[in-house]
């Protein structure tokens, strides 16, 4: 297939443009950069640095299908600069969408987040449940989904909503829970938990990676689907990395609300089968870290690298 991935210099789309290159397929990843480039050269493999917002400009013809991980991700670094995560999280996809549409693009899979239902105390947050964004960031990804199912009608559409996404990546985050208390017991043996009671949705990088290849596979299946196959507590993530490398666990003040149990049973009854959880994703970090191919960078965090390099929204710039 001939794959147009918007996004795929970054943590979730470098695992996976080098899937897609492993089972064959042709890719053009189109990204604007911000955190780097760490995608290693392959004869089938085209780059294009170049921001979202140029939708006019974007290789769409003659692509098989279009999967857009592109986004500002995560509240913190919405809140430093909102108007910039309204154009690339909504505008810029519903310009994706009109476009997909006039060049007759048959396909498009979209990545949304599970952050989109807020709080909930439910055992089961499902694709049916209410959304109840909390956040700037929340609202953008809620939008953006209401916006492509207007398209539902003119491309095949898949929206996926993963939880919160752990493991090894060529474009490396230490942002995210699981690599952040990994890293944090490897440096100091200490991990610092906000709220131990907290629930986390979990997803192993490789496995979200696994989910699009599925979807690809299974144009049948469209809609919305939750991507998320274990429910555990910040506490039960420290634990799990306190297997690994002894640490002292520390409580702390949450400054996040967030908690909330992601059913995913939609995807796993289309047959999807996850591979992978957080006692591999901390695995590979530790083992990675200790072999010596495994850096703490400034660009490994995304709010510390965007103040530091900020991108501004168009009427900023």
Known sequence: MKILLIGGCGYAGSVLTGRLLERGDD?????????????????????VKMDVRETGRLPLEGMDAVINLANVANDVCVLLDPLLSWEVNVLAVMQLAEHCVR?????????????V??????????????????????????VAERVLLSYAGDFNLQIIRPGTICGLSPRMRFDLVVNMFTLQALQNGIITVFDER??????????????????????EHQGTFNAAFQNVTLGEIAQAVTKHVPSEVKKSKADDPRSYRMCSDKLLGLGFKPRKGIDDAVRAIVEA????????????????????????SAQRS
């Open 117 to 142: 239902y807020g709080l909930s105390d439910a055992e089961r947050v499902t694709e049916d449940t209410e959304l109840k964004p909390i956040s700037v960031y929340n609202e953008t990804k809620m």
């Open 198 to 219: 907290q629930v986390r949705p979990a997803i192993h990088v490789d496995d979200m990676a696994e989910v699009y290849l599925f979807m690809l596979d299974h144009p």
């Open 27 to 47: 890719v053009t990843v189109v990204d604007a950069e911000w955190f780097g480039n760490f995608l290693k050269p392959h004869t089938r493999l085209k780059t």
């Open 289 to 312: 870290s200790r072999a010596g191919t495994l850096k703490d960078e400034d660009h490994c965090y995304n709010i510390r690298w965007m103040k530091q390099h900020p991108p501004h």
């Open 103 to 115: 060049l007759g693009v048959p396909r498009m899979l979209h990545a949304s987040s599970g952050s």
